[in-house]
């Protein structure tokens, strides 16, 4: 009797019908992981929630979550289809029973046994066991097979890399916990005259997040409303003529005290910020008016800080300073005690020739001077430097930001910009984004970006109109 087993090799051979004696075995042992349940979901489109729902599965009658059945049917496969008899083998049937629930954690040992041979057609009956890690008996049956009768020995294949992520729509979640606790925002929306925008605000209102003050022609919010069964309850609608009049009108509540926050609708920026900054009727303070977008990007391990990518088009030094101490600020409001503020340029070295890298320099020995407070600052560096330490020790680069940034300030708008817009349509990643250092917090978003978008904003807003009420309260 001879025994097969699955050892690792870079090669994939079969055992030809003429080599397989009865009594002949091979084994395969695989652990079940919480992700090969949901590969196996994702792959069949059983999404039984016994397999992918532990809530539901704390309510059956195993308590947890367990495995597909055919998982351990497809372990008993692949044993036929990879080793023995290998390459070459047709199914020809297969029976299944199963004795018991596989769980997440349990080692699977399959073993695959020659019971019979047919030498008119090369067929094979082979006992199919499968059992757990305490011996116990989870699956088995038979199988019928044609076995080969050519040998094959072949270089396995290199298959893609297969990574679970988390959807969209669970990263959008996972983004609204920075709200947890806190109380509802009353928010103006800025002439919400067309559907992803009037969709924002309700969804943030749906979401606990605000209570909406729409701005903005009222016949217009209405149709937009009816046309996409949105229901406006709850919601107070300002009238006005225009979205020229709807940027100052909602300006001059979020002065008067009556807002607390800012939504841009479907309106240009030029017109929401042109109120904004009015130095007589606008929201201006000491600090320079700056963007940041908050990134939840899927490959990185973090919320990633953008600014600014918005508003400040080819900002000077003194302009960087404010930009820099207000996505600090936003950082601490977030709850990072100390962000690591990574200065992008071109290169990692100053180059006198190099703007980008010449300020960069100078920010970080102003944060030494405590002229910038709060964060910790390390460039210039390029974008791999900044977010990758691989990329940062093979380069010899020693930093405490380098690899790990919270804060990417970026040279200029439009490297800003690309960046934001590469990493949300390229990356798939959820961006959120926000106006700092006006009295109120502005949710700025394209005219191009969903409902879902403008609500993660949102959550941003809700999480920076507390700080200031908690600031007011110190004071």
């Known amino acids: 009797m001879t025994h097969f087993n699955d050892a690792d090799s870079n090669f994939i051979e079969n055992r030809t019908y003429d080599e397989i004696q009865v009594g002949d075995t091979a084994t395969l042992v695989r652990t079940l992981r919480p992700e090969d349940i949901q590969m196996f979901a994702i792959m069949s489109g059983d999404i039984n929630p016994a397999h992918v729902d532990p809530e539901y599965a704390r309510s059956s009658m195993f308590r947890e979550v367990i495995a597909h059945g055919m998982w351990g049917g497809a372990l008993i496969s692949t044993v036929l289809g990879t080793q023995f008899p290998g390459p070459g083998t047709l199914y020809i049937d297969q029976t299944l029973h199963f004795s018991q629930p596989v769980r997440v954690g349990d080692t699977l040992t399959v073993t695959v046994r020659c019971e019979r041979k047919f030498d008119h057609n090369k067929h094979m009956i082979l006992d199919c066991q499968c059992a757990n890690q305490d011996g116990q008996k989870v699956i088995h049956g038979t199988a019928e097979v044609q076995a080969p009768v050519e040998k094959i020995k072949r270089a396995k294949a290199n298959l893609p890399e297969f990574k679970l ?36 605000a309700l969804l943030a209102r749906d979401h606990n997040l605000i209570i909406p003050t729409l701005v903005g022609p009222e016949d217009k919010i209405r149709q937009v409303a009816a046309a996409n069964h949105l229901d406006l309850t709850g919601c107070r609608i300002v009238n006005v003529p225009h979205s020229h009049a709807a940027a100052e009108v909602a300006v001059a509540l979020a002065r008067e005290g009556e807002v607390e926050a800012l939504m841009k609708g479907s309106l240009h920026t030029d017109e929401l910020m042109m109120a904004v900054i009015d130095k007589n009727v606008g929201l201006r303070t000491e600090r320079r008016i700056s963007h940041v977008f908050l990134m939840d990007v899927p490959t990185y391990p973090r919320f990633l800080m953008i600014t600014d990518a918005a508003v400040n088009v080819a900002p ?9 101490q207000n996505a600090i600020d936003l950082a601490h409001m977030l709850h990072i005690p100390e962000p690591k503020v990574a200065l992008l340029a071109a290169v990692e070295t100053v180059n006198p020739k190099m703007m980008a890298t ?20 390390d460039g210039p560096l390029a974008f791999d430097n900044a977010i990758s330490l691989v990329a940062a020790r093979t380069k010899g680069i020693k930093s405490a930001v380098a690899g790990q940034a919270d804060i990417l300030l970026v040279p200029d708008i439009e490297s800003g910009n690309m960046l934001a817009k590469q990493l949300e349509y390229l990356a798939e990643a959820l961006a959120a984004g926000i106006v700092l250092g006006a009295k109120v917090p502005i949710v700025l978003t394209s005219r191009a970006d969903s409902a879902q978008t403008r609500t993660a904003s949102t959550a941003v807003a809700v999480v920076m109109a507390h700080a200031k009420r908690h600031a007011i309260v110190r004071n």
């Open 316 to 324: 000077s030094l003194e302009d960087k300073v404010h930009i820099v």
């Open 165 to 200: 992520s988390e959807t969209k729509k669970t990263r959008f979640e996972h983004l609204l916990t920075i709200t947890d606790g806190l109380d509802l925002v009353q928010m103006a929306v800025v002439h919400p005259c067309d559907a992803e925008s009037l969709k924002g």
């Open 358 to 377: 010449l300020d960069a320099a100078a920010l970080c020995k102003m944060a030494d001077r405590g002229q910038i407070k709060g964060g910790l600052l």
